[in-house]
């Protein structure tokens, strides 16, 4: 008689870990354990070509992942732009917006940027011009510049990371802000490394046609 396969008993097995949905398929308990929201920046190199944005936000708008701000602009390649995204998410849900992103054709090259990148962004502030002195000393203390100045509005333009935007609009409330147009944050890796994975190799390139 053949003696059976020797192995562990099947009470002494590892056992798969998380619970079944109602089609039977397993759900990996990384997705279902609580995870806090964080705020994280995301570049994105891609072609630079039409329809290419679209295809971004209709994939942030599909899974309704918490998109802050959403910028694009092209680079030193003029067949690249790149996009940077600032989202709210829980871990898994960031991960999940790095590969969605990375799953579309004219998407290059995506990466989660450090704490100690460079982040910037414009802001262009109406507001009524009734105290020009006082706004412009205030568009002075945050190295603002004034666009635009009437007898009864006074345009200025500030630029800055998210925190020095946030407390010039506070301190132009007090002149009554009449419009406000904000772009959004848009960043670079800090010193000499490189924001997307694929943006060495692509520069090595060129310089080597050159």
Known sequence: MTEGLQGPAPEERPQPSGRRNAQGIRIDPEMEAVHDPRRTTLSALVQNEPGVLAKISGLVSRRQFN??????????????????????????????????????????????????AIRRELVVLKVHGEEPDKVNAITDMYGGETLDAGPRTITVQITGDEQKIDDAIDAFRQFGIRELARTGQTALARGEEWTTHAEEERYERTQVRQ
Request: no cysteine; hydrophobic share 30%; proline share 6%.
């Open 67 to 116: 998109i802050e701000s959403l910028t694009v602009g092209t680079t030193t390649n003029p067949e690249t732009s790149r996009v940077t995204l600032v989202i709210e998410e829980p871990e898994p849900g960031i991960r999940q917006v790095e590969k969605q992103l990375e799953k579309l054709v004219n998407v290059i090259s995506v990466r989660e940027l450090g704490d100690d």
